[in-house]
Every structure is written in C-alpha cells, then in structure tokens.
C-alpha cells in the first residue's frame, strides 16, 4: 500500500493539505453494554486509518481508496445517500453535518489508506467518519472541538448511513493515551483511565487473528445486537425509572411477561458483560491480573455458551490458549476485523503458545497472525500544508 501522501500526489497531482491518522479500537469487554447504557472497556490499536485531503475549485469531491484502488465521486451539491456509493457515503456524510451546521464547503480531494481498510464493521466505518470529521473541520476552517466533531461523526454513520454506530467508538479514538485502556460509563458518556498491561507485571497480551472470513460473524453478531436492542426495549417499559444496568439477574428471572425466555437469557448476558467490564477495570486497577484472567473466561464462556456468536477456529484458540502453561485467560474480542482473541501469558510462555498454531493451519488451512497488544494513543492531524 502506498504511503497516504505519495498515494494522495500520485492520484490528483498534488500534495495533500491535511493528513489525519486515526486508530482502530479494540473492546475488550462491554461490546453489547450499550444496550443497557453499561460499562465498556476499550483501548486503541496499532492498526490506523489515515485521511488525506485537499480542496478542489469545483463543487466535485473525489474520493480514492489506497486498499482496493477504488474511487468514488460526488457533488457537494447533491448529498444524498446513495447505496452504489458504499464507502464513499461516510464522507459524505461528514460533508452533509457541516453544510447542516452552517459552514461553507467547497469540493475536495480526499485519499483513504491505512491497516484498518483490511477490516469491515463497526470500526471501520466509525474511523472513516472520524476522520473525514478531523479533516474537513481543518479544510474548511470550522474550528470545532474534538468533541463536536466526535458529534459529526456519530450522527453521520447512525442517521445519514443508518448503521448500527457506537458513541464509545469515537471518544475511544480521539481521547485515548498510549498504554492506558479506557473503562466507558455509557450512561454518562464518561470515562477513567486504566493502565494496560499494569506496571510491574510480567504478563503479556496477545492478539490473536484467526484469519478467518470477514464476514463469518456479521450475521450473528447482527442478529445478536437486533435481539438485545428489542429485549432491553422491553425492560425499560417495566423497569421505567432507574439504570438498566442496575437491574439483577433475579429482577429479570422473575418477570413473567413480556419477555421470552430467549430475551431473558439476553439481557442477563449483557448486563453481566456490562459488570465484568467494571469489574476487569477494578482488577487491572488493582495490578491482579490472575484474576481478570479469570474475567476474560467468564466473557468467552457466555459469548459461546450464551450468546453462542463464536466459531470453531475461535474456540480452538481459546482452549489451546488455557491449555498452555502459565496462561491466565482468553476470550474473543471485537476489533473490527472478524474471529479476533486476545491472550494472556507469561512472555516466557509466548513460544509454547504460538508454537500450537502450526496445528491450528494443519485443521483450518491457514495461519492465524499474532502481536503484543498495546494500547496506542489518540487520533491526531499529521501534517498541515
């Protein structure tokens, strides 16, 4: 892939004006607790996205992506969603924001390249739209805050791409620190600081890609966030006053109606992820990692046995992973990209684990890519010409 800005000259004849680097992020637990306004634990990851732009002297922004050499076009004048558009909407939809906000806009180059185009979901699309937000916000001089733009962002996924879109994504992307996790109170849109891996400590984290599909977990998890947005819908009706998130287990085993039996299993599931992402902060606060080890168990058991959205190569990882010596806990992880689990062990006992994964191609036909999670800073603008 070519760099951001030799890719930007290569293709419109200029040099970028702006660059804009933006992470991709890793929930490590809470990735449903959205819906019952909980607790999410997130850090950034080294995969990036990066957004160059230029202004153009016509209404005409021209979009091209680095990853498939894919181009996209559209006229400032006519920003409406367009499906055939695909990845050229989320700048489009940055664009509409700012026309909605009252700011003058003109037309722009704009190149997109980066780790993170490897990817599908969530992730994704979210960076794509923080970043257009970053960089038109500098292009066109709005001088909006970082919050504001984190506002843009949001709104233009959720309601001009009408895509399932999390707040937490965006504030974990632009308020980030480099080796400090962020534990998310959803309701209040608030977040302290946890250091990740803890100081003094021996233990690593991997990341593990299984490699599979990217799409082998969309329709699940699609189905999943479907099912745990129409049950919590539900709870508020009988639980109107007070925090959703604040209801137990028995509350909800009690009710006879309107809630199956399915949606009961659903919202346990999802306000007991919310408590283990309290929960795990408090431990690695503590610097006790054996036992958010045993967290990250209690997470992979409910996201197979309960929610049941993993997949052979995943809880193939998962139980080598246990099986190697010294290995306190391992669970599947969103990340933006499908089949991804992060492990925790001794560094010593890195080899021994990964070692297993020759065996793992042997049964899967293919390699599964690992590295040692750390948890990188925010998104920031590179260059300004």
Same mark, same amino acid.
């Given at each position: 892939?070519?760099? !951001? ?23 490590? !637990? @809470? ?10 634990l ?22 091209i ?7 996209k076009?559209?006229? +400032? ?13 989320? =700048? ?12 003058? !806009?003109?037309? %722009?180059?704009?190149?997109? =390249? @980066? *780790?993170?185009?490897k ?5 994704l ?31 233009? #996924? %959720?309601?001009?791409? %009408?895509?399932?879109?999390r ?8 308020? =980030?620190?480099?080796g ?23 233990v690593?984290?991997l990341i593990?890609?299984?490699? +599979? ?38 509350? +909800? ?11 009961k ?10 408590r ?6 408090? #431990? ?11 967290? #990250? ?23 080598r ?18 089949? *991804?689990?992060?492990? #925790?062990?001794?560094?010593? %006992? !890195? ?29 920031? +603008?590179?260059?300004?010409?």
């Amino acid at each position: 892939m070519k760099d !951001i800005a030799e890719l930007h000259e290569s293709e419109f004849d200029e040099k970028p004006q702006i660059v804009v680097h933006v992470p991709g992020v890793h929930t490590l !637990i @809470g990735e449903f607790s959205d819906y019952c306004k909980g607790f999410s634990l997130c850090g950034t990851s080294s995969q990036y996205l990066e957004i160059a732009v230029s202004v153009r002297p016509d209404q005409s922004v021209r979009l091209i992506s680095g990853q498939s050499n894919d181009r996209k076009r559209f006229n +400032i004048q006519n920003l409406k969603f367009r499906r055939e558009d695909r990845w050229g909407n989320y =700048a489009k939809g940055v664009m509409a924001q700012f026309v909605n906000k009252g700011f003058s !806009i003109s037309g %722009a180059n704009v190149s997109i =390249a @980066g *780790t993170l185009l490897k990817n599908e979901g969530q992730v994704l699309s979210s960076a794509m739209c923080m970043g257009c937000a970053m960089a038109f916000n500098e292009l066109f001089n709005a001088n909006l805050s970082i919050e504001q733009l984190a506002g843009i962002a949001y709104i233009s #996924l %959720a309601t001009f791409c %009408a895509e399932v879109s999390r707040y937490v994504l965006f504030f974990a992307m632009t308020q =980030a620190r480099e080796g400090w996790l962020m534990l998310f109170n959803i309701q209040h849109h608030t977040w302290e600081y946890i250091a990740f891996p803890p100081f003094d400590t021996a233990v690593v984290a991997l990341i593990v890609e299984s490699r +599979i599909s990217p799409y082998a977990l969309k329709e699940e998890l699609s189905i999943k966030r479907r099912d745990s947005k129409l049950a919590f819908e539900k709870l508020r009706i009988l639980f109107p006053s007070g925090l959703l998130r604040d209801i137990s287990d028995q509350d +909800i085993k009690d009710l006879s109606v309107p809630l199956t039996e399915h949606e009961k299993r659903t919202c346990m599931y999802v306000l007991s992820e919310s408590r283990m992402a309290r929960e795990g902060a408090r #431990l690695l606060a503590q610097k006790d990692m054996v036992m958010y080890g045993k967290v #990250l168990n209690k997470v992979q058991s409910g996201l197979r046995d309960t929610f049941e959205v993993t997949c052979p190569e995943i809880d193939w990882l998962t139980k080598r992973a246990m099986e190697t010596q010294g290995c306190l806990g391992a669970s599947m992880i969103t990340s933006g990209s499908s089949g *991804t689990v992060m492990v #925790l062990l001794p560094r010593d %006992a !890195i080899a021994s684990y990964t070692i297993r994964m020759e065996e793992y191609e042997h049964i899967f036909g293919f390699r599964p890519k690992w590295s040692v999670f750390q948890p990188q800073g925010s998104a920031k +603008i590179l260059s300004i010409d």
